[in-house]
């Protein structure tokens, strides 16, 4: 069992993982609080708001975590929605803070309904890259 | 009002005889062959009726129950318990298009059909009910929807192409209001809404919601009806036969004490200000109304003034001069004394008068160019935000110091380019976020743009848009060089400062369970799914919403729709504005289309195409508009029209559609190819959003009319004078002719445009010139002479500009004046170097309909 740097880095992301995990779920929550009238739309989006870059860097560093481990199939993998965050960040609306949601529009049903599918696949994504690393990590330490 | 039927009547059968023998107007070729031979539609001997009656009984005990409400009828039985749409008998559905094709579903040809405009206004149409629900039903200039018949699945309003959707203007100024002041509100245990004519009395105890089917208890205190003084009859009180009421609201409606009237203006005294000499106008008005100014003892009112520093009003009672207070720290700004910035009005009257008297001569002076607007802003919101009110702030330039600066971003090259437009979404977001800071404590900020440069409205409309506030423009504003503004403003002003405003309102609209709203179109902010927050609001707001239907509505006869918004009364007194409108739910296609209502879903479509150039881009936002028409049409000819005809078939209610889309794509929030300044294209584009249904349409698609041969025959008689109703009039050249003159109405502006042969009668008569030659150029005013052609002219002008709150300022324009471009560019149906004619535009619709 050696504990090469592949090793290490999926044992680092599947930490990290668990914080987007934590991330998606309070997407989750925080939408259906909006949706249920449960909470003011300008409150809502200052806490979630400081959330969304960080979730993007996370994912960003395990892509050159990858990268400079030589995994190249994890990378693939975790590329598209790298792409997606890049075009979701481009395409955000005028704003003076690091962002995405704007109070006086995350109140249209379309864009609602948008964001929370967005939350649910991010989840889904995130549960089964967690079992993936999991798996990967074992394999690694397992197979050299 | 039987004369205009009458004058109806007769040009129906006039257009019917018309149809066959329409030929020379058209000069392109025809691939469609037999136009010249297809018979008329198939009315049969029916005498033809207005377009939006419902359709002829057809099971006897029904047939008094659906004659339009402007005939005579005897009374619909009511069964004991009161009315409501349990009692209606189920061959509702049965009774729709059968053997007679209803009025709004006559087949019309567009390609072969010229004469499509009614001769005046169409009333909306009539939602397909029962006697005696319709007559109770919420007024259509308060509450109309795009869809008179509610389609029963969302497959099936899939189908239909149109959009589903309301148009409100809930605020409206209305003649007869009941105002009830109960110790009970009676509202649904559930889902709160309040008790309405359409709800079912189960027995007299009981009663069944009409949104969520709960019943409910009536409580004791309903049981008395104080009207009539008696007991036992709740369905008679008149919470229960009025649409549209008003109720005094207790104290569980309010989340603080009712706050008083503040009033507070912010206004630019920069160089450029004092140049156009805006201030002299306002001080004059104010100082006019400053008695008429809505409010109660506790009004308070308030003055800022700013170019490169701030510049605060000290008004304490007991001084004898207003103190001026000058900050000029602009990055962090302050109130440099905590109070007497925002005084008692009726307390320091006096002082308040003062300032106005000497502010003009205050400025007279000044050389600063620079505007320090955000700061300005900032600190109002700080003045305001303890009470709440509204803030009105006068901009005559970019605001180009300190916080929220603003760039030039106005390319004058691109202004006529053929493909997207940029820049039209904000650059910053600082006045939104100021926005909505003010709409969370309850301030509303009103903006007076009197420009002649590109002043970024796009980023500085936000202020207004998101704190429920209104955006005035007058672009070139100047005292001296454009006297026809001056004048418009002065009226603008006077109006928005004496108009009635609620204060610190919120307003809820609800659906029958089945419906959701999913869109809200006007200036406010949506605190959440269902309730907008409006910090002020006045009677001049209307709103548009977008619905779907999310369950079948499978066992509904009816739905219904609740708005109600509470305000604060300038008097401090807490209310709530009730409306409620039912509508029949209908299954099949058919029945859709009779009951479309084509000024609504052009209103509704204009406002989703504001949103959809913002969001993606304007090409994208005009191929959607095209798209509606062509899909809607196709729809039609699939799944609805019986025979297949050659030529590009509508149905009567829907024949005006195609006319509207074209007069949407040139109109200047949408148009390309020609040159439209960003500004204007972005005031259009918050117009179409703002304004009420029937004042954006005339903006869309104006009237003209034909003036020197006004007749007293078909005139209206109010209030002793004659007033005349010339027949509206189709845009295009066409109608012009060069020995007549004639009016166009496009809402906000007027245009009385002379023929060079124009009878001299005319122009000695009204306007006074010996000739054509004679008439001044920048004429805005009518004479007031003794004849009768300069009474009628001016009677039917003042009646025009009576029946909107905002006044239209009047252009004369001879052949040769440089208003003539903007004049012909309201001329739709005719072809430009840009755009298709209204013809080209028909063959482009049925070619794609025919793919």
Known sequence: MAFTFAAFCYMLALLLTAALIFFAIWHIIAFDELKTDYKNPIDQCNTLNPLVLPEYLIHFFFCVMFFCAAEWLTLSLNLPLFAYHVWRYMSRPVMSSPGLYDPTTIMNADILAFCQKEGWCKLAFYLLSFFYYLYGMIYVLVSS | MEPWLAMAHKHQTAIIMLTTKWLACLSTVHRVGTWAT????????????????????????????????????????????????????????????????????????????????????????????????????????????????????????????????????????????????????????????????????????????????????????????????????????PEVQNATIEFIAPSEYMLRPPQPAAYLFVLDVSHNAVETGYLNVFCQSMLENINALPGDSRTKVGFITFDSTIHFYNLQEGLSQPQMLIVSDIEDIFLPTPDSLLVNLNECKELVQDLLKSLPTLFQKTMETQSALGSALQAAFKLLSPTGGRMTIFQTQLPNLGVGALQSREDPNQRASAKDIQHLSPATDFYKKLALDCSGQQVSVDLFLLSSQYCDLASLGCISRYSAGTVYYYPSYHHQRNPALVECFQKDLKRYLTRKIGFEAVMRIRCTKGLSIHTFHGNFFVRSTDLLSLPNVNPDAGFAVQMSIEENLDDLQVVSFQAALLYTSSKGERRIRVHTLCLPVVNSLSDIFAGADVQAISGLLACMAVDRSATASLSDARDAMTNAAIDSLTSYRQSVLTIQQPGLLAPACLRLFPLFILALLKQKAFRTGTSTRLDDRVFAMLQLKYQPLVYSLLMIHPALYRVDDLTDEGALNINERTIPQPRVLQLSVEKLSREAAFLMDAGTVMYLWIGRNCHPNFLSQVLGVPSYAAVPDNLYLLPELDTAESQR????????????????????????????????????EDRTESALSYYEFLLHLQQQISK
């Open chain 2, 793 to 828: 002219t001016r009677a039917f002008i003042g009646w025009l500009r009576d029946q909107r709150p905002f006044f239209p300022p009047m252009h004369v324009i001879r052949e040769e004046s440089q208003l003539k471009s903007t004049f012909m560019q309201n001329m739709i």
């Open chain 2, 38 to 237: 297809t018979p008329p539609s198939p009315l049969g001997t029916r005498t033809p009726r207005l377009l939006t009656t419902p359709p002829p009984p057809m099971h006897p005990a029904l047939q008094a129950a659906t004659q339009p409400y402007t005939q005579a009828h005897q009374p619909y039985q009511q069964p004991p318990g009161g009315p409501g749409p349990a009692q209606l008998s189920p061959s509702l559905a049965a009774m729709s298009l059968q053997s007679n094709t209803p009025e709004s579903l006559r087949v019309v040809n567009l390609l072969q059909e010229r004469n499509l405009l009614p001769p005046s206004p169409t009333p909306p149409p009539t939602p397909c009910l029962p006697q005696d629900l319709q007559k109770i039903n919420c007024n259509p200039e308060v509450f109309r929807s795009t869809l008179t018949s509610i389609p029963q699945t969302q497959s099936l309003l899939n189908k239909a192409k149109m959009p589903l959707g309301l148009m409100l203007h809930p605020f409206k100024d209305l003649s007869q209001l009941p105002v009830v002041t109960s110790s009970t509100i009676v509202r649904c245990r559930s889902c709160r809404t309040y008790i309405n004519p359409f709800v079912s009395f189960l027995d007299q105890r009981r009663w069944k919601c009409n949104l969520c089917h709960r019943v409910n208890d009536v409580p004791e205190e309903f049981m008395y009806n104080p009207v009539s003084r008696s007991y036992g009859e709740p369905h008679k009180r």
